[in-house]
């Protein structure tokens, strides 16, 4: 199994920029999909964007264009770029990685104030 620990969220105006941080506790080589993931208050969980083990990258239609998914399997870690920020992107963030089982990391809040 593995573990994953999001990180990089924050308070940010809007029009502003985050990347976030997902450090997986293995190697992530071998992993074909792993992905962002966020829900906001009242809201289901939705898609913000996925990345396979050969880089075909997939995002939301909310986002295209302001986000960018990236890997670095040398490091084990998955990114994601937030630029141009809304405050309709205000949300929980989750990294996810699709094995045997779905596993999630503890979320990261994002907040963008108008």
């Known amino acids: 199994q593995v573990q994953l620990v999001e990180s990089g969220g924050g308070l940010v105006q809007a029009g502003g920029s985050l990347r976030l941080s997902c450090a997986a506790s293995r190697t992530i080589f071998s992993i074909n999909a792993m992905g962002w993931y966020r829900q906001a208050p009242g809201k289901q969980r939705e898609l913000v964007a996925t990345i396979t083990s050969g880089g075909r990258t997939n995002y939301a239609d909310s986002v295209k264009g302001r986000f960018t998914i990236s890997r670095d399997n040398a490091k084990n870690t998955v990114y994601l770029q937030m630029n141009s920020l809304k405050p309709e992107d205000t949300a929980v963030y989750y990294c996810?990685?699709?094995?045997?089982?779905?596993?999630w990391g503890q979320g990261t809040l994002v907040t963008v104030s108008s």
């Open positions: 996810n990685a699709k094995l045997v089982l779905e596993v």
